[in-house]
């Protein structure tokens, strides 16, 4: 029953920081063997792994975005983060927020939100 909603602006002008919000209702981002990760895809090509905070507080990011993401998560407020920096019209895509659970070499996508999208533009 867990539900996942990605905010923040649609519109970012390059070299600026894109900043997105997940906020989780239903479940706790603390919960034990869950990744809270970002996913985007760019306009007419595939889903590409962003990085993600574990339930523990661990991060793990892609290779190729590592230099330039930043998650971070505020269990307070059930939420996680993801900060893009010096963010070019290349990274315009449709962001999304998911769970994933990790346990015993078995890891799948259980819940995602909807998807929001994020324009770099000048």
């Known amino acids: 029953q867990v539900q996942l909603q990605e905010s923040g602006p649609g519109l970012v002008k390059p070299s600026q920081t894109l900043s997105l919000t997940c906020t989780v209702s239903?479940?706790?981002?603390?919960?034990?063997?869950?990744?809270w990760s970002w996913i985007r895809q760019p306009p007419g090509k595939g889903l590409e792994w962003m990085g993600a905070?574990?339930?523990?507080?661990?991060?793990y990011y892609s290779p190729s975005l590592k230099s330039r993401t930043s998650i971070s998560r505020d269990t307070s407020k059930n939420q996680f983060t993801l900060q893009l920096s010096s963010v070019t019209p290349e990274d315009t895509a449709v962001y999304y927020c998911?769970?994933?659970?990790?346990?015993?070499?078995?890891?799948?996508?259980?819940?995602w939100g909807q998807g929001t999208q994020v324009t770099v533009s000048s």
């Open positions: 998911a769970r994933r659970w990790v346990v015993s070499g078995t890891s799948r996508f259980d819940s």
């Open positions: 239903g479940g706790s981002i603390t919960t034990n063997y869950y990744y």
């Open positions: 905070i574990v339930y523990s507080g661990s991060t």
